[in-house]
């Protein structure tokens, strides 16, 4: 099952590169499935947003993905009314990480913590 679903699924790759060739050849199947992949990932954006309470302060794409304009052109034109729309292709989320909680660490940045009590009753 992993690594074989999503794109490679329904189009028989995860390159959004061959996606994108396939859309730009008339392959409507493929522009299709790659938008329902752009559809859902703005939903999920929008998700994330009502449980934030619209407090959001960036909307960051990440990962290879992010290299497809196609893709990311897709999903701002449906979330970016809810925050900036931030786009940084690459896989660099490990790096991006250790340098955020080392600023963190030197008081450079200050710890944001996103929690909110809940009383059940």
Known sequence: MRGKGGLVAYLGTNDAREVIKKIEQGDEKAKLIFEAMGYQ???????????????VDAILMTGGIAYSKYLMDYIKSHVE????????????????LNLGVLRAISGEDQVKIYEKEVQIK
């Open 41 to 55: 990932i703005a939903k999920e954006i929008g998700a994330m947003a009502t449980v934030l309470n619209g407090e």
């Open 81 to 96: 009314f809810i925050a900036p729309f931030v786009v940084k292709p690459g896989e660099d989320e490990m790096e991006a």
